[in-house]
């Protein structure tokens, strides 16, 4: 499912870009993601837990540069983009054209543990930094030659506390049907799946995962073969920014 957000509301176009030879590549390296993010969380714990999602985005410069683009256009830190509501925000994965045009931009997260204090926090930054970063764009807060890509990718764990029923709060209104017997899993497959249909990012990823040897995804529209084939159908559209 791809979905845009441009000033014009144009549609981006739908890709098959990945072939069975990519998924096969990809099962691998979604592994070795997976299982560089719990060796690198069991040593450094929650000191740098940036680091702990750094082999997603080797991944996400791989995929870039299987698409075209240059390795001196991906950009992995010190990713400042003006915004609207705010000064700045740095996001995780940046690419920026030779000519200094905006390209994409994606954020990483995770949540392994503390889901009762930190699932609001996640939606709120989810919804924040997506509006902020569209209200910017249509304000020519930086400079691009179309619409630019966005994406945001959470890695979950699947543990009892994360997969049991959630108690819900109504002290003077019902909430919504869909949250009531609903596990933090299933409130993370509710937000990723609206994040996309609300047109917020062009593709979400929820990959769930319990250990270094395991990981699923919730729902086929917020998987990581779908958010992939939607960033390098992408940038194989627009090969001619880097030329």
Not at 76 to 99: A, E, M
Not at 210 to 224: C, L
Request: charged share 25%; glycine share 4%; hydrophobic share 35%.
């Amino acid at each position: 499912m791809n979905i845009s957000h441009s000033k014009n509301k144009s549609t981006l176009a739908s890709y098959s870009a990945i072939t069975k030879k990519d998924i096969n590549e990809l099962k691998n390296k979604k592994s070795n993601a997976v299982a560089s993010f719990w060796s690198t969380r069991q040593k450094q714990g929650n000191v740098l837990a940036g680091k702990q999602l750094d082999a997603f985005l080797h991944l996400l410069s791989e995929v870039a540069q299987s698409a075209g683009v240059p390795k001196e256009c991906i950009h992995l830190d010190d990713n400042h983009v003006p915004g609207y509501f705010r000064v700045t925000k740095d996001w995780d994965f940046l690419i920026v054209s030779p000519k200094g045009n905006l390209i994409a931009a994606i954020e990483l997260k995770s949540q392994i543990g503390s889901y009762g204090n930190n699932f609001n926090n996640r939606a709120e930054e989810s919804l924040g930094s997506a509006d902020d970063f569209w209200t910017a764009y249509r304000e020519n807060s930086f400079k691009c030659a179309q619409t630019p890509w966005l994406g945001y990718m959470m890695i979950v764990g699947k543990e009892d506390t994360s997969m049991h029923m959630v108690k819900v709060h109504e002290p003077h209104f019902c909430v919504r049907s869909e949250f009531k017997n609903s596990s933090y899993l299933d409130r993370y497959k509710i937000l990723c799946q609206r994040l996309l249909l609300e047109h917020k990012y062009n593709a979400v990823s929820l990959i769930v995962t319990s250990d270094s040897q395991s990981y699923e995804s919730m729902a086929d529209n917020v998987s990581i073969e779908a958010f992939l084939s939607s960033f390098k159908g992408y940038l194989s559209g627009i090969e001619y920014e880097f030329k």
